[in-house]
């Protein structure tokens, strides 16, 4: 006969899995919005010629975790619901893997975070002599639509500021900076119409803007603190659900074993 605290480790490991279910939904979600947004398709654009593609990576780990989480807490469900020892044991071991897996990875995780940023700035610095910007003809190469995006993005102009493009030949005459390091009247990277662009390459030639046409702060910053941001919400979701999974294998546990005792009782 099945006991009072079988019952309920059954039902806790049933409701246990509908949020794991869910969880992991989350999860897939949040690796596939950071791939079809564009302001950051195309920061992962610009870091990975920095820091070898850390947001794009990272996504793809997350559509994988999330894929994987999803599938264990199916499997969880069926388990819970049939109290079968074989699903069980199966999940059990997977929420194992899970778990060193999603620990180990928000260790490195972290410590790469630190390496990555301590070099970002010189890194996107060091962009701007492959930058080919846009012409008449031409839309400019990956590096120069990337920062455009990102320059929109955080309002801001270079890496470190406006004077990172004095490396860079613009083919068009009095020309300093491109158009999306000027205040502009929209907030399109591909098709910027700056309020004034001709005083906003004059601030950039005379390097002042007391109008505040041209955006003189650098990129450094939003980079940086976006950076920071996401893979911080990352490492936190990967461990905080890494932690949780110890419940999971504790109710796994418990009605694998009230099931063996049930059929002890039959016998």
Known sequence: METC???????????????FVISGAGILGVGIWIKVNKDIEQLSKLLDVTVDGTLYTAAYVLIGIGSFVFLIGFLGCCGAATENKCLLGS?????????????????????????????????????????????NTTEGNALAIAWDYVQVWFNCCGAYNYTDYRV???????????????????????NPEPKDRE???????NGD?????LHMEGCFTGVKDTLMSHTGIMIGVGVGIAFLQF???????????GGKNRKDYEH
Not at 168 to 190: A, G, R
Not at 209 to 213: A, I
């Open 247 to 257: 419940l999971g294998i504790a109710l796994a546990c418990c009605v694998c074993r």
């Open 168 to 190: 860079v030949n613009f083919s068009t005459p009095s020309t300093y900076v491109p158009d999306t390091c000027c205040e502009l009247k929209n907030n399109d990277p591909l």
């Open 5 to 19: 605290g079988g019952k309920c480790a059954k039902y806790l490991l049933f409701l246990y899995n509908i949020i």
């Open 91 to 135: 999940y059990i071991v997977f929420l194992v893997v899970i778990f060193a897996g999603e620990l180990a990875a928000g260790i490195l995780a972290a410590v790469y975070r630190n390496e990555v940023v301590d070099g970002l700035g010189t890194s996107l610095n060091s962009t701007f002599s492959d930058y080919k910007p846009k012409t």
């Open 209 to 213: 803007s007391p109008d505040g046409n």
């Open 199 to 205: 005083q906003c390459q004059l601030d950039a030639e």
